[in-house]
């Protein structure tokens, strides 16, 4: 499995959060705490956003706690809003195509699960995609195809409910294909202004979630609802952070946090 962070908040730099934390994101690819695969090493990935509406972009298949390229551009880069995540491949090819976050547009997505037996699920997930976004995959993970049925199935208009019928589909396609591995997924996407998350499994072992807000290095005082969503928390300080449920999705934007429940 792997390990991801999404931020929003006052402009930080993004090496607050990927190494300077007691438990960063960085230290997680290399010692996860909260998950089946302590090492994380197969690739990273950051998408931030500035004042243009695409965000910008950066994925390597190094590890992220041995990049220099990365710990030198998090220092340099200043941001309100952006995803971070650390890769475990589950099966497929470790290639920078493979390495999360995936964008379309103004959008950015990532995941951290999988859908059970893949390569039998393949070809059936692939073929719901429509066209107008199958054109954008570029890897061959199950996380890009997640994303890109997401937006074919209204995404753009309404990420909570194309995200819970993205999910209602690969479980038709797991069935059909009598899939005996589960569906497990922890995500989140964004378009840049606010912040849809969620955790939900097939077997009730869904990918650890949690929402908080750890200390960091701002300038200015947040009164938004949210700092950090991540895979696990950042430190050891338990009244940072608040654990998402099993079956249950977060909605952030600036003036409110809410949740919604997820079924499977």
């Avoid at 290639?95 to 393949?122: E, L, V």
């Avoid at 074919?152 to 208009?157: I, K, N």
Wanted: charged share 20%.
């Amino acid at each position: 499995m792997c390990r991801w962070i999404a931020y929003a908040g006052p402009e930080i730099y993004h090496e607050d959060l990927l190494f300077h934390q007691e438990y960063s994101i960085a230290s997680q690819s290399l010692a996860a705490r909260e998950s089946v695969f302590t090492t994380n090493g197969d690739g990273f990935g950051v998408a931030w956003y500035g004042n243009r509406t695409a965000p910008g972009l950066f994925k390597d298949i190094l590890p992220a706690w041995n990049d220099s390229n990365l710990r030198s551009i998090a220092a340099q880069i200043q941001t309100r809003l952006f995803f971070a995540h650390v890769r475990a491949s589950t099966g497929t090819a470790v290639t920078r195509t493979n390495c999360h976050p995936f964008t379309y547009k103004q959008w950015a997505f990532m995941h951290n699960g999988k859908i059970g037996n893949w390569s039998d699920c393949r070809k059936s997930v692939e073929q719901m995609i429509a066209p107008e976004f199958y054109s954008s995959r570029q890897g061959t993970t199950d996380s890009e195809a997640m994303f890109l049925l997401a937006l074919s199935l209204g995404l753009r208009e309404d990420p909570s409910h194309a995200l819970m019928a993205m999910l209602a589909r690969v479980c038709e396609v797991m069935e059909e294909q009598r899939a005996s591995e589960p569906l497990r997924v922890s995500l989140a996407v964004t378009d840049g202004s606010s912040i849809w998350a969620l955790r939900c499994s097939s077997d009730n072992q869904s990918p650890s979630l949690y929402y908080g807000k750890p200390h960091t290095r701002a300038h200015s005082a947040s009164e938004q609802y949210l700092g950090v969503i991540a895979s696990e928390p950042l430190d050891s300080d338990a009244s940072h952070w608040l654990k998402v449920e099993e079956g249950v999705g977060i909605h952030w934007s600036k003036h409110e946090l809410t949740e919604f429940r997820v079924k499977v």
